[in-house]
Nanobody, 120 residues
């Protein structure tokens, strides 16, 4: 059974930083690429960063490239997102998941997410 727990969100001023964490059980990072997703108020969930099974492979959305850094610890199935130079448009609930599972399973399990609010 898949279990996902995201943490690390909070209220931060523009230009500030946060580090999100996501602990996953039920599948292994050695088998799946992992991604961070964001759902802003009134918008659909979008992927903002992805890391391959091989950690050297990463990719980012246009709005997060250069400011966000995704990383992982395979030994304890923990995913991280370092977010720097935060902007108000980064506000939303952040989730992690495996993009392959998201794409192939309409009933994929999501964690509760962690709220990030960027505001002065």
């Amino acid at each position: 059974q898949v279990h996902i727990v995201e943490s690390g969100g909070g209220l931060v001023q523009p230009g500030g930083s946060l580090r999100l964490s996501c602990v996953v059980s039920g599948f292994s990072f050695e088998d799946y690429a992992m991604g961070w997703y964001r759902q802003a108020p009134g918008k659909e969930r979008e992927r903002v960063a992805i890391i391959g099974v091989t950690a050297s492979i990463t990719n980012y959305g246009d709005s997060t490239r250069g400011r966000f850094t995704i990383s992982k610890e395979k030994n304890n199935n923990t995913l991280y997102l370092q977010m720097d130079d935060l902007k108000p448009e980064d506000t939303g609930v952040y989730y992690c998941n495996a993009p392959t599972l998201v794409a192939t399973n309409p009933s994929v399990h999501w964690g509760q997410g962690t709220q990030v609010t960027v505001s002065s």
